[in-house]
């Protein structure tokens, strides 16, 4: 790159024009600094935008804008000239996520959020740095904006979109709000701990922010009827964006956490923007139909070590998967017509980026979808898409230059210019440079060879068979520099070195000993791309995930039977028909249509079954289970009844796939003991592969879990767990009373303020509550209360408080000592779903016996059998049978227990839970006596799906050995060849 001296008189002209756009506040320091700002960029190879390729182009910049650009434009008079043959000009890279520290302080203010972590106010601009070594490797990988963003936090605060100068230029401080579904884990003492706090604390805060927004209008247009709202800087920031517009930008840890992400978006209508996490693949039909645009990393995972074959069994499926899939994930978003841009946060090293790109391109991303995710893409999101991520006129003069195509794999940044300026990459001076060259000085033909390892430059010169090194190197823009004893060459002494680079030609002149001045060029013979060139990596191994990713999945969910027919099996209906053998049963569109002695073939023929020698039962249904639930408790507070566990379902949970096996088809899924009022629990049918909305049986009544006992008032939890209230058994009580109350008062506020049309015009509206809504929920029979319980005297109390408030619960959940109060249980008509022969395994439920479950059985209370474990819910048809044992029960009334009681108790016995017609086609075909400990499911189906058969399961076993082979195979090959490729060991 040449740079022509300008005319000392033009210059000074230059130095005396105003510049109206470098106007700054700050008092200049020491003596002024005028730099031109006037530039004309020649002879590039220019990307005006993605898809837009301009060859010999000029770009005129004034003022720290593009003023021009194309390739037959009349360069301005003022102008410096840069000749930048052989390079290719890009609009400055802008990197949508980067993070960095922000202050967060002690929240000690009154005018901040109650909540440790919610910053929503903070502008992250703030933070920036200059000096920071992470802007100056962002500008070598040639990026010259960034978006940065608080690292930590659940409301962030504002993002700040900062041009990468070393005092920084804010181009917006405000771009976009951040928010995160951060946590602190089981330990934490601080709300809230699990994800599902985490997204119910973010979901009221919205609220929150909409209801003060709301609640200021009113008060300040009637002051005199309304007390003042307290002021909270975070809330206030959110209603600024909110009614702004603004973007809201949220992290998400996995594909799962994009879905439960965008359903938060969607109930508050928020603008959104996704930093991904690279896994987007593995739902990606469902990912694309999101209105949201995406940040996405280039963080490919390293080959896992599969050369030990005992430790590679350690590695599941989908991780091996993950290896090969990778880099194939954003063009396969885009494909899907989803607005990408890249961020370079995630990388263990920086330079990994660049390289990672190459990988992305050479997987088959087009190189205008890259560029797009490098320059427009991040400008749109962020609102600056007029100002930025083009070279076109009027656009900040952002630019990113390169030796080569910068998708390429021997690409070199040499330059960035940001708002006019430029600044040289040190680490690509090593390219302009290095290589083999013929060096010419007079009629003497020598070979000189450039090299710049280990941060350092090495210079040899060769003539026949003299090889003479270069000391004190040094390189200054397009200046080289050196010194070298000549004595060989019969020039006494040390002669001095220096040279310029023209187009790719060293211009020198060799000063001698005895000062004789000698002219010099040289004429490059290898580019350092030439000698390092590689072959291209080959594409990625074919698209194809399963659902879930990784063992046992689907590749494509299960299609309904129309017509089922099961015939000459014992068919056990936990319903009004009782036991009968050799009957038949057919199921048509999802539905149980018959069930008869012998039943005719329908027309058109169906899937006939052979059920001789077979048993047919419903499917099971467990009425406390943990499966798929993600975190289990939020034990920060006493009550966290705004949680749901439908926000947290683990579609991917392996023991979906082994509780079918077990027959298993309906489970409640509970929010965990930890506290007196936990949160909202989810009734789901187990439809393998299926995302977390989809497995949720939409009929159920919706319930809450409530928890007596020891874990409530946190006893054995250690000493530092000794503050929370209640600590005691009387304050458990207690705290349920006060509960009630609040959500009464809540209510009878709501109430008040709806019937009252003058009230609603000039008085602040109640606050929106979720905690206090799922209480009223309950209090009017809307929600079922199932309450972990294993004392008498505390499940009494409980029935005394719920009759005090009049509702009625629905279940205890345990209810080891029900034997002792059976009948009082069936009076109030709360049914017990009870461990089998679970006893004596801690203090309080010494008095725990095996016969439970039988004695409440005789006096008439509905019980049934749980498993509270994922690895006991896979043989919930033993634990029934032990009902036999202990109490004598029938074998028909052994299976209501994990049937239809269990239905009942859970409010699904009109579709699930024994076989009468018109429920749905939830059945399970047994080998033998679904109590016998010998028996196997051989069949599991949910509304006339097939989810499991011996027969599919060998079939998905087989192909996953296989699957697992193929890419253990490609592992060790690229393994080998990155070892060969780094001169290791990988002969």
């Given at each position: 790159m040449v740079i022509r001296r300008l005319q000392p008189l033009l210059l000074?002209?230059?130095?005396?024009?105003?510049?109206?756009?470098?106007?700054?506040?700050?008092?200049?320091?020491?003596?002024?600094?005028?730099?031109?700002?006037?530039?004309?960029?020649?002879?590039?190879?220019?990307?005006?935008?993605?898809?837009?390729?301009?060859?010999?182009?000029?770009?005129i910049i004034r003022d720290g804008l593009i003023e021009a650009v194309g390739d037959n434009i009349g360069i301005p008079a003022d102008a410096g000239i840069i000749d930048l043959s052989g390079k290719t000009v890009y609009a400055g890279f802008i990197d949508p996520w980067v993070p960095v520290e922000i202050n967060a302080g002690d929240n000690q203010s009154i005018l901040d959020h109650w909540q440790e972590k919610t910053w929503a106010h903070r502008q992250a601009a703030a933070a920036y740095d200059g000096s920071n070594q992470q802007y100056e490797k962002l500008r070598q990988l040639g990026f010259t904006t960034a978006n940065l963003v608080g690292d930590k936090g659940i409301?962030?605060?504002?993002?700040?979109?900062?041009?990468?100068?070393?005092?920084?230029?804010?181009?917006?401080?405000?771009?976009?709000?951040?928010?995160?579904?951060?946590?602190?884990?089981?330990?934490?003492?601080?709300?809230?701990?699990?994800?599902?706090?985490?997204?119910?604390?973010?979901?009221?805060?919205?609220?929150?922010?909409?209801?003060?927004?709301?609640?200021?209008?009113?008060?300040?247009?009637?002051?005199?009827?309304?007390?003042?709202?307290?002021?909270?800087?975070?809330?206030?920031?959110?209603s600024s964006s909110r009614e702004a517009g603004l973007p809201f930008c949220f992290p998400a840890a996995e594909e799962q956490e994009v879905l439960r992400i965008n359903r938060l978006a969607d109930e508050f209508s928020l603008p959104l923007i996704i930093r991904g996490s690279g896994y987007e693949y593995r739902r990606i039909d469902e990912i694309s139909q999101i209105d949201a645009r995406w940040i996405l990393p280039v963080n490919f995972p390293e080959a896992p070590d599969v050369t030990n074959p005992l430790?590679?069994?350690?590695?599941?499926?989908?991780?091996?998967?993950?290896?090969?899939?990778?880099?194939?994930?954003?063009?396969?978003?885009?494909?899907?017509?989803?607005?990408?841009?890249?961020?370079?946060?995630?990388?263990?090293?920086?330079?990994?980026?660049?390289?990672?790109?190459?990988?992305?391109?050479?997987?088959?991303?087009?190189?205008?979808?890259?560029?797009?995710?490098?320059?427009?893409?991040?400008?749109?999101?962020?609102?600056?898409?007029?100002?930025?991520?083009?070279?076109?006129?009027?656009?900040?003069?952002?630019?990113?230059v390169v030796d080569g195509d910068y998708f390429s794999k021997n690409a070199s940044v040499c330059e960035v210019w940001i708002g006019g300026r430029r600044h040289p990459i040190e680490s690509s001076q090593s390219r302009e440079f290095t290589g083999r060259w013929q060096m010419m000085i007079g009629s003497d033909s020598l070979g000189l060879q450039i090299d710049f390892r280990d941060g350092r430059y090495r210079i040899t010169v060769t003539h026949d068979t003299l090889r003479l090194k270069g000391k004190e190197i040094s390189v200054s823009e397009n200046q080289l520099n050196w010194v070298m004893d000549t004595e060989p060459l019969a020039l006494p002494g040390w002669t001095r070195y220096y040279a310029t680079r023209y187009a790719g030609q060293l211009e020198g002149r060799a000063v001698t000993e005895a000062g004789q001045i000698m002219t010099w060029n040289a004429v490059r013979m290898t580019s350092p791309a030439q000698a390092e060139s590689v072959p291209a990596e080959q594409p990625a191994s074919p698209y194809f995930v399963t659902y879930p990713e990784g063992a046992y999945g689907f590749a494509q969910i299960p299609a309904v039977e129309p017509v089922v027919l099961v015939n000459d099996a014992t068919i056990w209906t936990c319903g009004p028909l009782g036991i009968v053998e050799g009957w038949?049963?057919?199921?048509?569109?999802?539905?149980?249509?018959?069930?008869?002695?012998?039943?005719?073939?329908?027309?058109?023929?169906?899937?006939?079954?052979?059920?001789?020698?077979?048993?047919?039962?419903?499917?099971?249904?467990?009425?406390?289970?943990?499966?798929?639930?993600?975190?289990?408790?939020?034990?920060?507070?006493?009550?966290?009844?705004?949680?749901?566990?439908?926000?947290?379902?683990?579609?991917?949970?392996?023991?979906i796939y082994r509780e079918l096996a077990g027959g298993v088809t309906t489970i409640n899924v509970l929010h965990g003991s930890a506290n007196t009022i936990g949160g909202q629990n989810a009734v789901l049918k187990l439809r393998w592969g299926s995302n977390d909305q989809n497995l949720i049986f939409s009929a159920a009544p919706p319930g809450i879990k409530f928890a007596l006992g020891e874990n409530v008032k946190q006893s054995n939890w250690g000493d530092q767990f000794t503050t929370r209230y209640p600590q005691t058994r009387l304050g458990v009580e207690q705290y349920l009373t006060d509960a009630f109350t609040a959500a009464e008062d809540y209510a009878g506020e709501w109430r008040r303020y709806r019937r009252n049309s003058r009230l609603r015009k000039t008085s602040i509206p109640p606050r929106r509550d979720l905690e206090l809504e799922a209480l009223t929920e309950v209090l009017a029979g809307q929600r079922l209360v199932h309450c972990h319980a294993y004392r008498s005297d505390e499940m009494l109390a409980f029935m005394r408080i719920a009759e005090q408030f009049g509702f009625r619960l629905g279940t205890f959940q345990h209810t080891l000592e029900g034997y002792k109060i059976a009948e009082r249980l069936r009076e109030h008509g709360v049914g017990g779903s009870s461990f089998s022969d679970w006893w004596a395994y801690k203090f309080e439920v010494y008095d725990a016996i095996p016969h439970n479950v039988s004695l409440m059985h005789e006096i008439g209370a509905s019980v049934s059998v749980n498993s509270d474990s994922d690895e006991l819910a896979r043989r919930l048809n033993t634990e029934a049978a032990k009902a036999l044992k202990y109490g004598g029960m029938s074998e028909?009334?052994?299976?209501?227990?994990?049937?239809?009681?269990?239905?009942?108790?859970?409010?699904?016995?009109?579709?699930?839970?024994?076989?009468?017609?018109?429920?749905?086609?939830?059945?399970?075909?047994?080998?033998?006596?679904?109590?016998?400990?010998?028996?196997?499911?051989?069949?599991?189906?949910?509304?006339?799906?097939?989810?499991?058969?011996?027969?599919?399961?060998?079939?998905?076993?087989?192909?996953?050995?296989?699957?697992?082979?193929?890419?253990?195979?490609?592992?060790?090959?690229?393994?080998?060849?990155?070892?060969?490729?780094?001169?290791?060991?990988?002969?």
């Amino acid at each position: 790159m040449v740079i022509r001296r300008l005319q000392p008189l033009l210059l000074i002209v230059m130095l005396m024009v105003i510049r109206t756009g470098g106007a700054q506040t700050r008092p200049a320091e020491g003596i002024r600094s005028n730099p031109p700002t006037v530039w004309a960029l020649t002879n590039a190879r220019v990307h005006s935008e993605p898809g837009v390729q301009i060859d010999k182009a000029t770009i005129i910049i004034r003022d720290g804008l593009i003023e021009a650009v194309g390739d037959n434009i009349g360069i301005p008079a003022d102008a410096g000239i840069i000749d930048l043959s052989g390079k290719t000009v890009y609009a400055g890279f802008i990197d949508p996520w980067v993070p960095v520290e922000i202050n967060a302080g002690d929240n000690q203010s009154i005018l901040d959020h109650w909540q440790e972590k919610t910053w929503a106010h903070r502008q992250a601009a703030a933070a920036y740095d200059g000096s920071n070594q992470q802007y100056e490797k962002l500008r070598q990988l040639g990026f010259t904006t960034a978006n940065l963003v608080g690292d930590k936090g659940i409301f962030r605060g504002y993002s700040g979109l900062v041009n990468l100068t070393e005092k920084g230029q804010v181009i917006d401080e405000e771009p976009a709000q951040i928010i995160s579904l951060e946590r602190g884990g089981w330990k934490s003492k601080t709300y809230p701990a699990s994800l599902m706090g985490a997204i119910a604390f973010v979901r009221q805060t919205l609220l929150d922010c909409d209801w003060y927004h709301e609640a200021w209008k009113i008060y300040q247009k009637y002051p005199a009827r309304n007390s003042q709202p307290q002021q909270d800087l975070s809330l206030a920031a959110l209603s600024s964006s909110r009614e702004a517009g603004l973007p809201f930008c949220f992290p998400a840890a996995e594909e799962q956490e994009v879905l439960r992400i965008n359903r938060l978006a969607d109930e508050f209508s928020l603008p959104l923007i996704i930093r991904g996490s690279g896994y987007e693949y593995r739902r990606i039909d469902e990912i694309s139909q999101i209105d949201a645009r995406w940040i996405l990393p280039v963080n490919f995972p390293e080959a896992p070590d599969v050369t030990n074959p005992l430790l590679a069994r350690q590695i599941p499926t989908e991780r091996l998967k993950h290896w090969a899939l990778a880099p194939g994930n954003i063009k396969r978003m885009v494909a899907k017509g989803n607005a990408v841009a890249v961020t370079t946060d995630g990388l263990g090293k920086s330079e990994d980026f660049h390289r990672n790109l190459v990988k992305l391109v050479n997987n088959g991303l087009d190189k205008t979808a890259a560029l797009a995710a490098l320059t427009t893409e991040p400008a749109a999101m962020l609102n600056q898409g007029e100002r930025l991520g083009r070279i076109a006129p009027g656009y900040h003069a952002n630019l990113t230059v390169v030796d080569g195509d910068y998708f390429s794999k021997n690409a070199s940044v040499c330059e960035v210019w940001i708002g006019g300026r430029r600044h040289p990459i040190e680490s690509s001076q090593s390219r302009e440079f290095t290589g083999r060259w013929q060096m010419m000085i007079g009629s003497d033909s020598l070979g000189l060879q450039i090299d710049f390892r280990d941060g350092r430059y090495r210079i040899t010169v060769t003539h026949d068979t003299l090889r003479l090194k270069g000391k004190e190197i040094s390189v200054s823009e397009n200046q080289l520099n050196w010194v070298m004893d000549t004595e060989p060459l019969a020039l006494p002494g040390w002669t001095r070195y220096y040279a310029t680079r023209y187009a790719g030609q060293l211009e020198g002149r060799a000063v001698t000993e005895a000062g004789q001045i000698m002219t010099w060029n040289a004429v490059r013979m290898t580019s350092p791309a030439q000698a390092e060139s590689v072959p291209a990596e080959q594409p990625a191994s074919p698209y194809f995930v399963t659902y879930p990713e990784g063992a046992y999945g689907f590749a494509q969910i299960p299609a309904v039977e129309p017509v089922v027919l099961v015939n000459d099996a014992t068919i056990w209906t936990c319903g009004p028909l009782g036991i009968v053998e050799g009957w038949d049963a057919l199921f048509v569109d999802g539905k149980l249509k018959e069930i008869a002695p012998a039943i005719a073939y329908p027309r058109g023929g169906a899937l006939i079954i052979d059920g001789n020698g077979k048993h047919l039962t419903p499917g099971i249904v467990d009425c406390h289970s943990h499966t798929t639930c993600i975190g289990v408790n939020e034990g920060t507070h006493s009550n966290s009844a705004e949680v749901r566990v439908e926000d947290v379902i683990d579609a991917d949970d392996i023991a979906i796939y082994r509780e079918l096996a077990g027959g298993v088809t309906t489970i409640n899924v509970l929010h965990g003991s930890a506290n007196t009022i936990g949160g909202q629990n989810a009734v789901l049918k187990l439809r393998w592969g299926s995302n977390d909305q989809n497995l949720i049986f939409s009929a159920a009544p919706p319930g809450i879990k409530f928890a007596l006992g020891e874990n409530v008032k946190q006893s054995n939890w250690g000493d530092q767990f000794t503050t929370r209230y209640p600590q005691t058994r009387l304050g458990v009580e207690q705290y349920l009373t006060d509960a009630f109350t609040a959500a009464e008062d809540y209510a009878g506020e709501w109430r008040r303020y709806r019937r009252n049309s003058r009230l609603r015009k000039t008085s602040i509206p109640p606050r929106r509550d979720l905690e206090l809504e799922a209480l009223t929920e309950v209090l009017a029979g809307q929600r079922l209360v199932h309450c972990h319980a294993y004392r008498s005297d505390e499940m009494l109390a409980f029935m005394r408080i719920a009759e005090q408030f009049g509702f009625r619960l629905g279940t205890f959940q345990h209810t080891l000592e029900g034997y002792k109060i059976a009948e009082r249980l069936r009076e109030h008509g709360v049914g017990g779903s009870s461990f089998s022969d679970w006893w004596a395994y801690k203090f309080e439920v010494y008095d725990a016996i095996p016969h439970n479950v039988s004695l409440m059985h005789e006096i008439g209370a509905s019980v049934s059998v749980n498993s509270d474990s994922d690895e006991l819910a896979r043989r919930l048809n033993t634990e029934a049978a032990k009902a036999l044992k202990y109490g004598g029960m029938s074998e028909e009334e052994a299976l209501k227990l994990i049937t239809i009681n269990a239905a009942r108790q859970l409010g699904i016995e009109r579709w699930v839970g024994s076989l009468e017609e018109g429920k749905d086609a939830d059945f399970v075909i047994w080998d033998a006596s679904p109590l016998s400990t010998a028996a196997r499911a051989e069949q599991t189906w949910i509304e006339g799906r097939r989810y499991f058969s011996l027969e599919k399961d060998a079939i998905l076993r087989q192909r996953d050995r296989q699957t697992r082979n193929r890419f253990i195979q490609q592992i060790i090959a690229a393994r080998v060849k990155d070892a060969q490729q780094k001169g290791g060991h990988g002969e």
